[in-house]
């Protein structure tokens, strides 16, 4: 009992956790090529789940629903997906090109609250133009429920979490194979230098923005399909704590950013079945409630004994916010 | 405002005003303002029904304005009925601030530079403090009459000298120390509710508090002490942040507060001894306007001189250059500590006071919202300077009231405000200016 | 100096013009009613519903005979945004600036606690449509509500749970950070263990507002065996409970609180909601009277159907325009006239709402009955039993 307990808690912490870490790693790429945090990015997750809506509902009516289906429901996912991430990366450009751009120079907290007021555009947007009630995103593929042992498993959850780590890995290969993505490990490395050698930063810094921003989309995407209630501020706090991930990860570290994503929801997600086994183990009385103030906590003490995150490195001046 | 602080050569209109108006002190305006308001309360009902405006302008004609606006906004989007003769009321208000406000204003801040000046040198020779008690006696005056005229004034200007000093607050670890601290709400929740265990719980009957157990007819005068409490309670807490400062920085950091505030909003939550998520009223209405204006003074005068002295400059050598600031012997835990604590108390303060003029409390007022809100005050205003905070918070607390009308719309206006000064003065209105208390307060001499 | 003095004379010379110049602000016949109610900030289809409500009834009854004489009804809506903050403001400006007779709003007891402070201490009536904390309207002679309390209607669904359902043991699931669900959780515990013996709550699970993921919190429901679980929680956050419970296995009835009326339920939930109860103000299937001719026209006006929150909003303000009503003749000062209407909403018996017959207590909570209503197949809510308060 106790097993099953703890093996359903560590899927639906798998599940939690491939959002986090998808959104994280948006925030660790614009960081690693321009030293900046972009606040508006939990926003533009909460845009490209509602692209997500207007494609996979444009093309349900296009191709037809339920038993009038041309076809099958998975491609109609797989086509959503793709054409959410295609145009959710522009929007990430237009973010970049009006919020970021002529702040390159700046100070970096004045682009952080940039980056906070683009987020606020963004969901007042979304309320001016589709009203602030809350929108259903339509269920793409059939929910199957598996029971593996009294461990309750669903089709969705699986690819999910598939589909996550299969979009990181892509992401890695672009970055480790391509020339695009030396570019940018260039620019990682060093951005003062690297434009000097032809390297063309505003190309790149767009297209980090397009690449985080269509992640963003993806998990915007599977979001709706796990949790089918979208609303214009589900972005906030999202992104707050995918910062906090990003940030557990190390400093621009891509790697270290998925780590911490699945990490953080690793957390969040155990710190409840952690509570109930204390409580039965010790006879206590702790509710569930205290999970955000436990969780945090041990990302608190993580950063304490662990100052420069899982695989960042140290302090430098030239790093400074 | 922006040039006349820094006049230019080329001779235009703002450097013209700008040099016109160079030789008037503070006490001057001061004086002139005082006449403006007098003269809204004796002419102010009349003026606005002979302009035909439906009501006296209560936030100098803005609110008005962004009335009219907002009715066309949604004449355009809705199709709702608009009254085009209502746009007259837009000529009006101007017309109503400029009579009542700009022109006694310039008249008598200038017509009184001689003896305004006089009074200021004379002034200078006693103690700063007198001088500076002069002034900010004259300014609560100003304050006073101009709340009087509207209730909706008095609670707007209390709560903006409350952003005031929460905004400063803040102003010391993110202008001064150059942190970009996240935690600043989770102070100010820390402080808005110990200061009301202290006064609610001892000294009013409450469901969640229990009885009063003292009763007595002077008791605000504890307030002071309810807030000192709720300040050192928030300082305590800052230890939290302040301890793991010594060893990481900048994103590390910011991080580190955030979690920290997750954490003061979710254990908030969670104490029902404390009310939970229904939080604690029945606060005593104790935080009256000149009790607010008082500890603002107060605030601003310790914070300026904390910056000011050998430690702000401390903090400033330790954001430039944390190693060399090391090397040329600051103590930089000592630094950090102190700023921390020191930031944190304030905001604990200025989180008992709004705690006490809303008389209501819950965990949900000190939300990421909140701190989005402090950081906007922070920057717009201008990092490393009393003078930005003060302008910050004054600005964006007007405007998000001037803006109100308008209502989703204003989510749209101060947002692209904000970005628009980001991109244009990167590091605020008006930054990294020292508040000189003896210059500020002092005669302006003309050369 | 010389434009020191003439500055002096030209000011002088406006003091006697304007002080001479009194003129009557406000107009005399009509009545002004304000609406504090959040139409930005993190909950706009509330402060929208509240909208559609008002300005659906200024349409119908735009105008108020009150002792014999014709007075025009106007509406003034301030935004809240959401904040306890803003409430305060929107409420002291509305009552000194534009000098309304009464005030509905605001919705959430996180601005109507603080904002009834202030409604109260301007001795200005003011209706709350939809707080529940009882510290709105405690020692608030001025405050009154326009819904039912916790107290009323936790043992409602604890009872009807035994009664209907059989169950023996619950299990509830709520969020810890929000007012209205913490509330209600606990009256329902304590109902239901009032009946069924310490411990018959087998789990009492919680989350923080904003959770999307309950899958944790099922998954110990799951293992305590209970027979029904009660969701208090709003609108947008029942379908993702349902569907956390589904796919963890759950087959066992789901019970809700009229919470669960609010906004477009069935748009978002499915099929998954069909089949489960709920407490709330009225039924919308099979809806007479009043209530269906509300229901049909909001519909037909705004293209949805009215949520507790409309439901709620409009009778609020017909027990405002009623007492106003009830005072016999309105004097013109505005502040003898507002106690006035207060005295007259404290004595209001039997209002007929479409939300039920209302009468006030005297700490200005009304009594009124409660329906549980069936999700049925064809996803529309059907009248199951009506609980009255003794």
């Avoid at chain 1, 269509?214 to 998990?219: E, G, I, T």
Wanted: with cysteine.
């Amino acid at each position: 009992m106790t097993v099953n307990f703890l093996m359903q808690n560590l899927i639906n912490a798998l599940q939690w956790g491939s959002f986090y870490a998808l959104i994280a790693l948006g925030y660790s790429m614009v960081y690693s090529i321009l030293m900046l945090f972009n606040f508006a990015h939990g926003d533009i997750f909460m845009v490209g789940a509602y692209i997500g809506l207007g494609v996979s509902l444009g093309l349900l009516s296009l191709f037809g629903s339920g038993a009038a289906a041309v076809l099958p429901g998975w491609v109609v996912l797989v086509l959503t997906i793709l054409i959410s991430m295609f145009l959710t990366a522009f929007v990430g450009i237009i973010v970049e090109r009006v919020g970021y751009r002529p702040l390159r120079e700046a100070p970096r907290a004045s682009a952080a609250i940039t980056g906070l007021m683009i987020g606020i555009i963004l969901e007042t947007a979304n309320i001016l133009f589709l009203g602030g009630s809350r929108l259903k995103f339509p269920q793409l593929i059939e929910s199957v429920t598996y029971n593996i042992g009294g461990v309750y498993v669903t089709n969705k959850k699986i690819m999910i979490v598939l589909v996550s780590i299969g979009l990181m890995l892509a992401l890695h290969q672009l970055i480790t194979r391509t020339k695009w993505g030396m570019a940018m490990r260039a620019m990682a490395y060093d951005y003062v230098v690297v434009p000097l050698v032809g390297v063309p930063m505003n190309t790149i810094a767009a297209m980090t923005f397009a690449i985080g921003s269509a992640l963003a989309a993806a998990a915007g995407i599977l979001f709706g399909l796990a949790y089918p209630v979208l609303d214009p501020y589900m972005g906030v706090s999202f992104g707050w704590k995918a910062f906090v991930a990003a940030i557990l990860g190390g400093r621009g570290s891509i790697m270290g950013a998925c780590i911490a994503g699945f990490m953080l929801g690793f957390i969040e997600i155990m710190t409840v079945p952690a509570i109930q086994i204390m409580n039965r183990l010790f006879s206590l009385n702790i509710g569930s409630n205290f999970r955000d103030l436990i969780a945090y906590s041990i990302v608190l003490l993580i950063l304490i004994f662990r100052p420069h995150g899982l695989f960042g490195q140290a302090y430098s001046a030239k790093l400074r916010l | 405002m922006d040039e006349t602080l820094a006049p230019k050569q080329t001779g235009g209109i703002f450097y013209r005003v700008g040099l016109f108006f160079k030789p008037v002190p503070l006490l001057g305006y001061l004086i002139g303002f005082l006449v403006c308001v007098l003269w809204e309360q004796l002419a102010g009902e009349g003026l606005s029904s002979l302009l035909g405006l439906p009501k006296m302008p209560i936030l100098f004609g803005l609110l008005t304005i962004f009335k009219v606006l907002a009715g066309i906004v949604n004449f355009l989007i809705k199709g709702d009925a608009f009254h085009w003769a209502r746009l007259v009321e837009i000529p009006m208000a101007l017309v109503y601030l400029t009579v009542i406000y700009l022109v006694p204003l310039a008249l008598v801040a200038r017509a009184a530079v001689k003896p305004a000046n006089a009074m200021a040198r004379y002034l200078q020779k006693f103690p700063l403090i007198i001088t500076a008690l002069v002034q900010l006696g004259l300014m609560y005056a100003v304050l006073h009459v101009w709340a009087e005229v509207s209730d909706y004034r008095l609670i707007f200007l209390k709560l903006t000298l409350i952003a005031v000093l929460f905004t400063l607050s803040l102003n010391i670890i993110n202008g001064y120390m150059g942190e970009f601290s996240c935690s600043h709400p989770g102070f100010m929740a820390i402080g808005a509710y110990m200061s009301s265990l202290f006064t609610v719980g001892l000294f009013a009957s409450d469901k969640v508090l229990g009885d009063a157990v003292f009763n007595f007819s002077a008791a605000y005068l504890t307030f002071p002490l309810a807030l000192i409490f709720g300040g050192l309670m928030a300082s305590l807490c800052a230890l939290i942040i302040a301890i793991p400062s010594f060893k990481t920085r900048g994103d590390y950091l910011a991080i580190i507060s955030l979690a920290f505030l997750f954490i003061v909003k979710s254990f908030f939550e969670n104490m029902q001894a404390l009310g939970g998520s229904r939080g604690i009223s029945g606060q005593p209405d104790w935080a009256t306007l000149p009790v607010i204006f008082i500890t603002m003074a107060f605030g601003i005068w310790t914070i300026n001189n904390f910056v000011t002295s050998t430690m702000g400059k401390a903090l400033n050598a330790v954001r430039d250059d944390e190693s060399a600031a090391e090397a040329m012997t600051v103590d930089t835990r000592k630094t950090k500590m102190a700023a921390f604590l020191f930031g944190a108390f304030w905001a604990g303060v200025s989180g008992g006071l709004l705690a006490h003029v809303l008389r209501y409390v819950n965990p949900a007022m000190f939300s990421v919202q909140k701190l989005a809100e402090v950081l906007a005050m922070v920057y717009f205003g201008g990092l490393n300077s009393v003078y930005g905070s003060i302008v910050g918070a004054v600005s964006i607390s007007l405007l998000g009231e001037a803006l109100r009308p308008l209502e989703i719309f204003k989510w749209i206006v101060i947002p692209l405000l904000l970005i628009l000064v980001m991109i244009y003065r990167p590091t605020g209105l008006i930054a990294f200016k020292e508040f000189n208390a003896r210059q500020v307060f002092g005669p302006k001499e003309v050369d | 100096m010389r434009k020191f003095s003439s500055g002096l004379l030209l000011s002088l010379v406006a003091v006697i013009a304007f002080t001479f110049v009194a003129v009557d602000a406000g107009a005399a016949d009509t009545i002004k009613i304000g609406f504090n109610i959040p139409l930005t900030g993190d909950n706009p289809d509330v402060g929208a519903s509240s909208k559609n409500a008002a300005e659906m009834y200024l349409k119908k009854n735009p105008k108020v005979t009150v002792g014999g004489k014709t007075y025009a009804l106007k509406f003034f809506y301030d935004d809240n945004e959401y904040k306890a903050e803003s409430a305060v403001k929107v409420s002291t400006k509305l009552i000194t600036e534009e000098g309304v007779l009464g005030i509905i709003g605001p919705q959430s007891s996180s601005q109507a606690v603080p904002a009834g402070e202030v409604a109260n201490n301007y001795a200005t009536p003011m209706i709350s449509p939809w707080s529940t904390n009882p510290n709105t309207t405690l020692n608030r002679p001025y405050v009154f509500r326009g819904c039912f309390l916790d107290p009323f209607q936790g043992p409602v669904i604890a009872n009807f749970a035994t009664d209907e359902l059989g169950a023996k043991k619950a299990a509830v699931l709520y969020d810890i950070a929000a007012d209205y669900p913490k509330g209600l959780a606990e009256f329902f515990k304590e109902a239901f263990e009032k009946i069924h013996g310490a411990g018959s709550v087998v789990a009492f699970e919680s989350f923080t507002t904003g959770d999307k993921d309950f899958s944790a919190q099922m998954t110990n429901i799951m293992m305590t065996g209970a027979d029904v679980l009660f969701v208090p929680q709003y609108y947008s956050e029942v379908p993702l409970i349902v569907r956390a419970a589904k796919e963890m296995g759950w087959t066992k009835p789901i019970l809700g609180s009229d919470s669960w009326g609010g906004g477009d339920l069935m748009g978002l939930c499915g099929d998954d909601c069909k089949g489960y109860y709920f407490s709330t103000h009225y039924a919308a299937a099979g809806a007479k009277g009043a209530t269906k001719t509300f229901i049909d026209e909001y519909t037909a006006a705004y293209g949805k159907t009215p949520d507790d929150v409309a439901a709620l909003t409009w009778d609020s303000l017909g027990l405002m325009v009623q007492a106003i009503k009830d005072t016999g003749k309105l004097s013109g000062d505005i502040k003898a006239d507002r106690t006035k209407v207060k005295d007259a909403l404290a004595s209001i018996k039997n209002f007929p709402g479409i939300t039920g017959n209302m009468t006030f207590t005297p700490e200005g909570d009304p009594k009124k009955c409660a329906v549980v209503v069936k999700i049925n197949d064809a996803g529309k809510f059907e009248f199951f039993k009506s609980v009255c308060p003794k």
